[in-house]
């Protein structure tokens, strides 16, 4: 087996690494970048050749960010692994529920604890830029009155207590991330394919835009609109849909869509998380 | 005319207070809230019976916390505005730029400057929750070493100098704001519809709910998807509709709708922003 090496934002033990070694196996090198342009960057330069970015949270939504950024660089989709993502309230050993006056957490997690915030009004949320980063604040900064909401991976890293666990929203907490690359990297029979295209501005242009889908029994299974830049009330449509760019149905599809759409890139084919 | 009450996210001076005497007229009566949440919750006491929030940014895309709270809020919408957003930096008299070493903003303000921080990268990035409030805070706090991106009203309220003025990226930056109420308000002749809905898990559900517009001539001018909180990769949309409920067609499409959709709110038919 190779032994792959990935690139991802945050700390180690942020679930983008703990989502990279799933995909890849325990054997995967992670290396830890500052931010999403830093990993597409790095992939950019193959150094390394992988690089794994979250793309949508099923409580949370999309992340827009990364949309824009598959847009911007030219790097495709190789692959896609979903996680379910339990959140702990993780405190330094010896430290109550009680005694927490600050919670710190990247802003999608705090986003999918409302509940928990709701039920604990007076605790002051901090948001920072990593959930396993926020667990190392703690320590590196010897907080006492401090917990972050992390993995429970990165509390066992840093030796801190589990105060709570799972006090995500809902459990159906999954993040859905991609595997990127410049180079065409095959992790099995691709079923499914990304596509960004901007439609022509006339009536009924998305309409037309997903009948060329539709006429030919091709699933959709996500759309995502983002706005056009410099073209105010305009927009660009990301769409996945089942099939593979390698099948005449979906390379139809696309020529037909090429009628419609003023732009269309294709983003990737890769094999359908399980 | 009447002498309208509104309440806003931010401080005086935010973009929401300038949009809602925009579409109000300068004698509207304004009220700060801290959070959007908290506009929901007091336009649903009545207290007061307007609110105004951002629900889309021509640069930075949707405020997708807006949208949650629509359908999660019984309120309705019953007018929008669209206001070009200048975006300049404030620092109090006497600074200059040379000396500047943090920015203070709102995140949605410091995402719309891209190129502002590409040619000052040594310059820290600080988020705040509100544009105007960030003027508030330099001022209240004494720093003579930060700036804040904000608006020019922000900056004469607060005795501030522009060091820079319009340092978004694009000039074409609009944001759309939606007024929100209990009741039923009329602002002219509604000709837009929002709706939200979520489709039966069936192939093409959503290309047969966008025909039920298409197929009666209805112009879609936006879609937008969030996640169906529980059931993990099914979407709900938002879209808006070129007409209004009190025709018959509109009418006709929407019951067409219910034959598809397994969910229906209609959040409101009022007049399109010029």
Known sequence: MTNYEICFQGEHYAFSEIAAKKFLGESAVCHPRESFEQVFQSV??????????????????????????????????????????????????????????????????????????????NIEIMPTYDTAGSVKIIAEQGFTEAAAIASRQAAEDYKMNILLREIEDYPENYTRFLIISTENINFGIPNKTSIVFATKHIPGALFKSLSVFFLRDLNLLKIESRPLRGKPWQYIFYLDIEGSMKEQTCQNALRHLEEIAGFIKVLGSYPAAK
Chains 1, 2 share one sequence.
């Open 44 to 121: 950019r330069k193959k150094k390394p050749l992988l690089g794994i970015v979250p793309i949508e949270n099923t409580l949370s939504g999309s992340i827009h960010q990364n949309y824009d950024l598959l847009l911007e660089n030219s790097v495709g989709i190789v692959g896609e692994v979903n996680l379910r993502i339990e959140l702990n309230l993780i405190a330094p050993s010896g430290v109550e529920l009680s005694e927490i006056k600050t919670v710190y957490s990247h802003p999608a997690a705090i986003g999918q604890c409302r509940n928990f915030w709701k039920s604990h009004p």
